[in-house]
């Protein structure tokens, strides 16, 4: 079993949805969180980190769910731009190692 | 700030030759990393380096030998290349890497095929 599991989707949505993203972790990986997004063949790019509390950027939110494991990523009022491919990330205990989840696909369509 | 430097970009290489990638990054962090992403797999961290002088294994380093230059630079060194390292490396750097707020700055990727 991987560290860190995500849907691949793609999830393809109109313009203007809302999606929902959810990612599990194991415990090995279980220290702290982020969203990372990736556009095609490129790099990815940290997207928000994942308090334990929960947090809130722009369109953007992120939940932590220690009892069942998993983080989740809601978007808002989607845009084009917001295609992409978005990674879960979770960190060991020592921080010395970051497991990435494969991604989820986003296609925000017309 | 150029941030993450990678070359090369792209690289096709014949089984058993060697190569060197290399990074380097402009933002005196003191943790860098390498990573392949593979289709499906998502990123796997091969090794990193929490500081100048000290490496450490990580997910899948067989293979791979790296370097810590200095505080700026962290090579990874493939000696005998395998169709199986056909992918796409990633190098990445963080100030510290131990903290929630710590963000991965990744560089823009080497492409390698072994044929």
């Known amino acids: 079993r991987k560290e860190v599991e995500q849907d691949p989707g793609p999830f393809n949505v109109p313009e203007g949805a809302t999606v929902a993203f959810n990612c599990t972790y194991s415990?090995?990986?279980?220290?702290?969180f982020f969203w990372y997004r990736q556009d095609c063949r490129k790099e990815p790019k940290l997207l928000m980190s994942v308090y334990s509390s929960g947090n809130e950027d722009g369109r953007f939110t992120a939940q932590l769910n220690r009892a069942s494991q998993y983080i989740s990523l809601l978007i808002r009022d989607s845009k084009l731009s917001d295609s992409a491919t978005y990674l879960c990330v979770g960190a060991s205990y020592n921080f010395n190692k970051f497991y990435f989840g494969s991604g989820t696909k986003l296609n925000v369509k017309p | 700030n150029a941030g993450v430097t990678q070359t090369p970009k792209f690289q096709v290489l014949k089984t058993g030759q060697s190569m060197t990638l290399q990074c380097a990054q402009d933002m005196n962090h003191n943790s860098m990393y390498w990573y392949r992403q593979d289709p499906g797999m998502g990123l796997r961290l091969i090794y990193y380096?929490?500081?100048?002088?000290?490496?450490d294994k990580g997910e899948v380093p067989n293979g791979y030998n790296v370097s810590r230059l200095n505080k700026r630079e962290f090579s990874l060194r493939l000696e005998s290349a395998a169709p199986s390292q056909t992918s796409v490396y990633f190098c990445?750097?963080?100030?510290?890497?131990?903290?929630?707020?710590?963000?991965?700055?990744f560089g823009p990727g080497t492409r390698l095929t072994v044929l």
């Open positions: 990445a750097s963080s100030e510290v890497g131990r903290a929630i707020t710590d963000t991965q700055y």
């Open positions: 380096s929490a500081s100048e002088g000290t490496t």
């Open positions: 415990n090995s990986a279980s220290q702290s």
